[in-house]
């Protein structure tokens, strides 16, 4: 499934359920705000362990960058992507077992030596981040999305001090 973004799909994103998709939503709109295209498939290390493989293995030929992986529990998904691939993995955990994603944060920062994935946090804020770290990955070699990191940190830091001056507001009215 393609994105909205149009262009040439850079991002694959893969989930180890359909469940994981209110989280990983997070991801795409995220790389839409860069104007990166991407896809979105569920791929399961375990259930479908052959349509993984074959996936990580045809990543780089149908022009993709990065993958991003999601998954929870064992979280064996990223540490599949990333054996099968030399595209860059950045895995997401997912809070779906009773551990609240401690298990799946560790199967998926707990990999091999020589089979790298960069790991991001539990959920929501791991599905924002690792988009905006295919970003900056993709950044290095296209300008545009470079400059649209600099706009991202700069609204970042103007939404800090904005909070800053309310709070300074609430505080002189308090005294």
Avoid: C, W
Wanted: glycine letters at 10%; hydrophobic letters at 50%.
């Amino acid at each position: 499934m393609a994105n909205a973004s149009g262009g040439a799909v850079r991002v694959g994103i893969v989930m180890g359920s359909d469940t994981d998709y209110p989280m990983m939503s997070e991801a795409g709109k995220t790389l839409d705000q860069f104007g990166i295209a991407y896809e979105m498939e569920v791929l399961s290390a375990h259930r479908t362990p052959e349509r993984a493989h074959e996936y990580a293995k045809t990543a780089a030929s149908r022009g993709l960058k990065i993958l991003v992986a999601a998954a929870g529990a064992a979280a064996h998904l990223a540490g599949v992507m990333a054996a099968n691939t030399t595209l860059p993995v950045i895995g997401v955990p997912m809070a779906t077992s009773t551990l609240n994603g401690l298990d799946a944060l560790l199967a998926t920062v707990q990999m091999p030596g020589g089979i790298p994935v960069a790991t991001m946090a539990i959920d929501k804020a791991g599905a924002v981040n690792a988009a905006i770290f295919a970003a900056e990955i993709l950044g290095l070699g296209d300008p545009e999305i470079a400059q649209k990191l600099v706009a991202h940190k700069e609204n970042l830091a103007r939404s800090v001090a904005e909070k800053n001056a309310r709070l300074q507001k609430q505080l002189s009215e308090k005294k």
